[in-house]
């Protein structure tokens, strides 16, 4: 049965009462909305799915390709490299340019910043060294509080740096390599843009601050941020924050639940596996104690 509320756009199906035993259970999955609601029908919540993502040719990706062009040419003094996705993402831009070995040959040329084990590692598949490796957290305040400490050997004064993003822009970060003296060249990596049709999405936004679900199921980093990015625009984002802090969230896998703490929340559950399949089941398992604790700390 199909609900003719102010959700009509999304997907709902209506399930006997069992395993979420009849909660309300929100979605963001896009490419397989279908599977997930049947998934969740199954495990007897009531299925709300939106989709929040839409996949861009990476031809798209113009300020990308213009950097690659501009490495190639030896504009480039510093590449600072923040997530190990977007890593590998600006490699598959930049062989619409030129072949991936030449792109790897120029960053082999000049001082390369990675942030986090992620980059490394994919700079590692790409056979390029990294000059400088972030510690622990990863914040960018610690990026910046590395290259300070590496000031001598690495100044930034004068230097041409160029910083690849992957989602949100990190303006404090781009602040302080500015205040620093580095010229800074911003290098957004999109593989993944909000999907055209944004009424499905926004009613979701409308519906998780009015509390009209119990639980919402990320399984993409990516998913997190157009939900903020979407509530933002809708003037929604603190009705949104007090809802969530009130619902089981459950999140994929240790990605997407980084995701979720730098926007200031924690996942409830993981699931033993990250697939759909474990996710929901293993969350329609244990959602009534996550709830009860969450929304009765004192019981």
């Not at 972030?134 to 509080?145: A, G, M, Q, S, Y």
């Not at 500015?178 to 999109?190: C, F, K, L, Q």
Request: hydrophobic content about 45%.
């Amino acid at each position: 049965m199909v609900e003719t509320s102010r959700l009509r756009h999304h997907r709902v199906v209506e399930t006997p009462r069992s395993g979420f035993a009849g909660l309300r259970v929100i979605s963001l999955e896009s490419r397989r909305a279908a599977e997930m609601a049947k998934l969740i029908a199954t495990s007897g919540g009531v299925a709300t799915v939106a989709p929040s993502m839409r996949e861009i040719p990476l031809a798209s990706n113009t300020e990308a390709l213009d950097f690659a062009r501009q490495l190639a040419d030896g504009k480039f003094d510093v590449v600072i490299f923040l997530t190990g996705v977007g890593t590998r993402a600006l490699a598959r831009v930049a062989e619409i340019v030129y072949p991936v070995e030449q792109f790897a040959a120029a960053l082999r040329k000049i001082v390369i910043v990675a942030r986090g084990p992620k980059p490394v590692a994919a700079l590692k598949e790409l056979g390029v060294p990294v000059t400088v490796a972030v510690p622990e957290p990863n914040t960018w305040r610690d990026l910046l509080k590395t290259l300070e400490e590496k000031a001598d050997s690495i100044p930034l004064k004068g230097r041409r740096v160029a910083v690849q993003e992957y989602g949100n822009s990190n303006p404090e970060l781009l602040a302080g390599l500015s205040e620093r003296g580095a010229h800074v060249t911003r290098v957004p990596v999109y593989e993944w843009g909000l999907p055209e049709d944004v009424a499905p999405l926004r009613a979701a936004v409308a519906a998780i601050a009015s509390e009209q679900f119990d639980v919402v199921l990320f399984t993409t980093a990516m998913q997190i941020n157009h939900v903020f990015q979407v509530a933002r625009e809708m003037h929604e984002e603190e009705p949104m924050r007090r809802a969530l802090s009130r619902m089981l969230i459950a999140s994929i896998g240790p990605v997407t639940s980084e995701r979720l703490t730098e926007y200031g929340f924690s996942a409830d559950l993981e699931p033993t596996h990250p697939k759909m399949g474990y996710l929901v089941s293993e969350t329609a398992q244990r959602s009534a104690g996550i709830l009860q604790k969450k929304r009765n700390p004192a019981t």
